[in-house]
């Protein structure tokens, strides 16, 4: 296992379209995260999951925004009816929940979205 | 909430001098994680160091500091010998040690670090 993944890495889409990111994360990590980030900007919280149950989404993510975790392993968000404004880097992350309490967090490359 | 605060947009600094970047943080938590992450031009972030908020050693790795005042909520990174590799965006994060809740980010400092 080399790390997280994410695919596409880029992707290009006409305003209104519909996309869909797909993140793998480390194998035994049970967590999961979903971030945005646009130019020159800290990454911002979109929505994570803990195994298969999402447990938290931000006021960032509009109804258009929908995120999956079936099984615990491999993510995905789908974004719908695109717009502008949604042109952004989006991360993913993956981390291990132990007993003890938390630990870091390990990004993908991202997939970089530009809706025209 | 968590908010994370780093007061330098950007920063430069000459090959094999030491730089400091800055990071405040908000929390009523005892118990939570600080770290640096690194982000190169177009490539993945990586992270550079941790701290638990339990211990009063203060991380290091390598070349790689911190200063971890508690009281004062401040999280400092000093990079030493910085190479031309160091240039990146540093983010400060958070995150609480127990309960669901994800890490938060700081907006970055942009370092240059010039030959």
């Known amino acids: 296992d080399t790390g997280v993944s994410q695919d596409p890495r880029h992707k290009i889409t006409k305003r209104g379209q519909n996309v869909t990111f797909r993140c793998d994360p480390i194998?035994?990590?049970?967590?999961l995260y979903w971030y945005r980030q646009t130019l020159g900007q800290g990454p911002e919280f979109l929505t994570y999951?803990?195994?298969?149950?999402?447990?938290?989404k931000s006021r960032l993510l509009s109804d258009r925004f929908s995120a999956e975790r079936p099984k615990g392993s491999f993510s995905t968000l789908e974004i719908q009816r695109t717009e502008q404004g949604d042109s952004a880097m989006y991360l993913c992350?993956?981390?291990?929940?132990?007993?003890?309490?938390?630990?870091?967090?390990?990004f993908g490359q991202g997939t970089r979205l530009t809706v025209v | 909430a968590q908010t994370v605060t780093q007061s330098q947009p950007e920063m430069s600094v000459q090959e094999a001098e030491t730089v400091t970047l800055s990071c405040t943080y908000d929390?009523?938590?005892?118990?939570?994680?600080l770290f640096w992450y690194k982000q190169p031009p177009s490539r993945q972030m990586i992270l550079v160091i941790r701290?638990?908020?339990?211990?009063?050693q203060n991380a290091t790795e390598n070349r790689f500091s911190v200063n971890f005042q508690k009281a004062a909520k401040s999280f400092s990174l000093k990079i030493s010998d910085s190479q031309l590799g160091d240039t990146a965006m540093y983010f400060c994060?958070?995150?609480?040690?127990?309960?669901?809740?994800?890490?938060?980010f700081g907006k970055g400092t942009r370092l240059s670090v010039i030959a």
């Open positions: 992350a993956s981390s291990l929940e132990i007993r003890t309490g938390g630990t870091e967090a390990f």
């Open positions: 194998s035994e990590h049970n967590r």
């Open positions: 999951f803990q195994n298969e149950a999402q447990l938290e």
């Open positions: 929390t009523s938590e005892n118990n939570y994680y």
């Open positions: 701290q638990e908020a339990y211990k009063q």
């Open positions: 994060a958070f995150m609480k040690q127990w309960g669901n809740t994800p890490l938060v």
